[in-house]
């Protein structure tokens, strides 16, 4: 039995589809969604809520903070763009939208095993492609060895 389930949404093309399968299981199933966003730290390491704290001790330039702001507020809008496509498609199907920092393998796990997903649905590449490429398998791979939870891999 399905009742929460974990899709991570990245605004690509293969997220999309993840998305929509998500839908039609939750549908199925009166299952909730998360929509799960992972915005990896770019800025060496200094993300919008530590740049300030950071700030204080070491000079950066003001642009790296603002970038990093501008950064968080587009995977905002990804999200934005998930829960208005959900809502107009199933609407009655129980959807919320996190962004998280960090690496999105070990979030995405984490995310899962601390909220109780009952199961990860993701897309077979994302937005990250080229990363992908340079690495032994993609998130999707890792996700699916790590989780604790069944992993459901769209393409």
Same mark, same amino acid.
Do not use: W
């Given at each position: 039995? $399905?009742? !929460?389930?974990? +899709?991570?949404?990245? #605004?690509?093309?293969?997220?999309?589809?993840?998305?929509?399968?998500?839908? /039609?299981? &939750?549908? !199925?199933?009166?299952?909730?969604?998360? &929509? $799960?966003?992972?915005?990896?730290?770019?800025?060496? #390491?200094? *993300?919008?809520?530590?740049? /300030?704290?950071?700030?204080?001790?070491?000079?950066?330039? *003001? *642009? @790296? #903070?603002? %970038?990093? %702001?501008?950064?968080?507020?587009?995977?905002? #809008? @990804? $999200? %934005?763009?998930?829960?208005?496509?959900?809502? !107009?498609? !199933?609407? =009655? %199907?129980k959807v919320e939208t996190l962004l998280k920092e960090g690496n999105p393998t070990e979030v995405i796990v984490d995310t899962a095993k601390s909220g109780g997903y009952d199961i990860i649905v993701l897309g077979h590449s994302g937005a990250g492609r080229l990363k992908e490429a340079l690495y032994l398998g993609? *998130?999707?791979? =890792?996700? &699916?060895?790590?989780?604790?939870?069944? +992993?459901?891999? +769209?393409?």
């Amino acid at each position: 039995m $399905l009742s !929460k389930i974990l +899709v991570a949404f990245d #605004g690509s093309e293969c997220s999309n589809r993840a998305l929509d399968f998500a839908l /039609d299981l &939750a549908e !199925k199933y009166s299952a909730s969604i998360l &929509a $799960l966003n992972v915005l990896q730290n770019q800025f060496l #390491g200094y *993300t919008a809520d530590s740049y /300030d704290r950071v700030q204080t001790t070491v000079s950066f330039p *003001t *642009t @790296i #903070g603002s %970038v990093a %702001v501008d950064f968080h507020k587009f995977h905002e #809008g @990804i $999200l %934005v763009k998930a829960s208005e496509k959900a809502a !107009k498609e !199933k609407p =009655r %199907v129980k959807v919320e939208t996190l962004l998280k920092e960090g690496n999105p393998t070990e979030v995405i796990v984490d995310t899962a095993k601390s909220g109780g997903y009952d199961i990860i649905v993701l897309g077979h590449s994302g937005a990250g492609r080229l990363k992908e490429a340079l690495y032994l398998g993609g *998130t999707s791979e =890792r996700v &699916a060895h790590s989780a604790r939870c069944p +992993v459901l891999i +769209v393409r």
